[in-house]
T-cell receptor, first 116, second 111 residues
Framework: AQSVTQLDSHVSVSEGTPVLLRCNYS??????LFWYVQHPNKGLQLLLK??????LVKGINGFEAEFKKSETSFHLTKPSAHMSDAAEYFC??????????????FGAGTRLAVHP | NAGVTQTPKFRVLKTGQSMTLLCAQD?????MYWYRQDPGMGLRLIHY???????AKGEVPDGYNVSRLKKQNFLLGLESAAPSQTSVYFC??????????FGPGTRLTVT
């Protein structure tokens, strides 16, 4: 069975310091993995995706994530937080089901706060 | 290129009323989805479509119907709204292998 666990429900950092949002997944085969960001009262924006190519994936706004199969992790990082990064972040596993569509399994989300 | 758009953005319904939410995408995606997002429960799939003229049930389909008459549009209908359907509704679309792109959401309140 596929599942996603985001290890921290809230993360608080100071502006200019590194960001680490942790995600572990469980999948019976090689998954596709995504990170989405949701700003308050907004839709979900795709940050980056891993689809079995390079294990280090670069996304938008300076974010990147590393796929580590041995640790079943897909942690999201950014070297230097900006105030505009404050939002909720979702780690997502994607796999194809028997009906032929791409099913997304969402983590519970991590709310990132950035302080001046 | 507008991506995925949804109308309306906000709506208030009385119990028992009906309404239709419209989703449109201009990325020529085959797949389209309707989700609801509730506090503490993440996103749950209501219905989805793998192509024009096809629809299928997701995790929480009861009380909703959908139609995909055109490839670019995916309609979500509530025939008799209930307070339990108060939620934020998101539409998404994707290619066969890519990530899903989401619309801005529709905030629905049923009183």
């Amino acid at each position: 069975a596929q599942s996603v666990t985001q290890l921290d429900s809230h993360v608080s950092v100071s502006e200019g310091t590194p960001v680490l949002l942790r995600c572990n997944y469980s999948s019976s085969y090689s998954p596709s993995l995504f990170w989405y960001v949701q700003h308050p009262n907004k839709g979900l924006q795709l940050l980056l995706k891993y689809t079995s190519a390079a294990t280090l994936v670069k996304g938008i706004n300076g974010f990147e994530a590393e796929f580590k199969k041995s640790e079943t992790s897909f942690h999201l990082t950014k070297p230097s937080a900006h105030m505009s990064d404050a939002a909720e972040y979702f780690c997502v596993v994607n796999y194809r089901v028997s009906g032929g569509y791409n099913k997304l399994i969402f983590g519970a989300g991590t709310r990132l706060a950035v302080h001046p | 290129n507008a991506g995925v758009t949804q109308t309306p953005k906000f709506r208030v319904l009385k119990t028992g009323q009906s309404m239709t939410l419209l989703c449109a995408q201009d990325m020529n995606h085959e797949y389209m989805y309707w989700y609801r997002q509730d506090p503490g429960m993440g996103l749950r799939l209501i219905h989805y479509s793998v192509g024009e003229g096809t629809t299928a049930k997701g995790e929480v389909p009861d009380g909703y119907n959908v139609s995909r008459l055109k490839k670019q549009n995916f309609l979500l209908g509530l025939e008799s709204a209930a307070p339990s359907q108060t939620s934020v509704y998101f539409c998404a679309s994707s290619s066969r292998t890519g990530g899903q792109y989401f619309g801005p959401g529709t905030r629905l309140t049923v009183t």
